[in-house]
């Protein structure tokens, strides 16, 4: 069971972590894996048997299907499972005698209402705890090999109350669905198992520890809004048929020049590419001015890495700019990440308007 769980950690780990978000958003969850349960230990037999039974388990499996809702910190989740275990020894407390792999099994199917709590953003690897209650079917029968027919020492099924403590790790393999791994301590408080086919009843409880790997496909997250870049200046219109003044001096157009890049990218885009093409122009006016580039980002990563964000996009910026013939040393750039947003939005809210670079012509303009 170890060697599973550290694989599975060790698989969940090497996945890459794109920043993808998964506020406000449903979700379904599948989940197996190994599960053990502590011995059963029964005890307070209908039919006057004073002697306690210790019933140890062979390992079993675990599994479910979750449905869920991610309201940001913290989610909501309606799930049903089901876990199986063979029996290993069964002994008497009062006595050295055992039974080796008696005959029957014990299961249990259950519907349950859990609150998670995240921990970590849902840019990489994020940790869980939470915790559940709700209903579950019993079933468990021990038998006894007899002469000719098993002998049936408890047999019985019921529904009961349960309750179950939940932690893991999860993290986007793409921008709808995640892999993880999830612990599930399971528990059923102290209940009266058997009475069928004319077996006596008992009293026990039901504790198991699982390991899942578990599968989750996100959907309904908010469409992005779409954002028109913005149009291209008109041209003047012709001059008039008369004899044509003097022209005007040059007048140095010191902008900002915005130009607005993809979600999460520094390359520069054909809209990009127009809106530069025109700043080269217009320096031919501004004579030895300098130029400033202000990168920036909107609010779908962490700080420190819209930072390299910004800085990378001014680096195209510049590059775009000096590859057309406008020296290298008249460029500064400043990366502002996120602090200066030209369209207010919360956190981790992808906005084109603020996934830009302004290029403006500073002091000198003219001269």
């Known amino acids: 069971m170890r060697k599973l769980a550290l694989g599975l950690a060790l698989c969940s780990t090497a996945l890459s972590s794109p920043a993808f978000a998964r506020d406000n958003t449903a979700y379904v969850e599948l989940g197996f894996g190994p599960s053990l349960a502590q011995d059963f230990d029964f005890q307070d037999f209908s039919d006057g048997e004073t002697i306690d039974v210790t019933l140890k388990e062979d390992y ?20 049903g499972s089901y876990r199986e275990y063979d029996h290993d020894e069964l002994s008497a407390l009062a006595s050295d005698v055992s039974v080796q792999n008696p005959l029957g099994k014990s299961s249990a199917a259950s519907i349950m209402g859990n609150a998670l709590l995240d921990l970590g953003n849902d840019d990489g690897i994020q940790a869980f705890v939470g915790g559940g209650a709700g209903t579950v079917y019993v079933d468990q029968s021990i038998g006894l090999v007899g002469t000719g027919d098993d002998d049936n020492l408890i047999n019985g099924d019921d529904w009961k109350f349960a309750w179950q403590a939940l932690a893991g790790l999860r993290a986007p393999l793409t921008d709808s669905i995640d892999v993880g791994l999830r612990y599930r301590f399971f528990n059923i408080p102290e209940y009266r198992i058997g009475g069928s086919f004319a077996t006596p009843t008992a009293e026990t409880d039901w504790s198991s520890h699982s390991i899942l790997g578990t599968v989750a496909f ?3 997250r908010p469409a992005e809004p779409v954002v028109a870049p913005p149009p291209t200046p008109a041209p003047p219109p012709p001059p008039p048929p008369a004899t044509p003044p003097p022209p005007p001096a040059p007048v140095c157009q010191q902008g900002p020049y915005i130009v607005f890049f993809n979600w999460d990218k520094s390359d520069i885009t054909p809209e990009a590419a127009t809106i530069l093409d025109n700043a080269v122009s217009a320096y031919a006016n501004c004579g030895m001015a300098s130029i400033i580039l202000a990168g920036h980002t909107d609010t779908s990563g962490s700080a420190q890495y819209n930072i390299g964000l910004a800085e990378r996009r001014n680096a195209s910026v510049r590059d775009y ?35 830009r670079v302004e290029v403006t012509y500073g002091p000198g303009s003219g001269m």
Do not use: K
């Open 218 to 220: 996100n959907f309904g």
């Open 60 to 79: 079993g499996f675990d599994g479910g299907v979750v449905l869920g809702y991610d309201y940001g910190a913290f989610r909501m989740e309606v799930e």
């Open 321 to 355: 700019l000096t590859g057309r013939g406008i020296p290298g040393g008249r460029i500064s750039s400043e990366a502002f990440g996120e602090t200066q947003l030209r369209v207010p939005t919360a956190d981790g809210v992808r906005e084109l308007q603020n996934r």
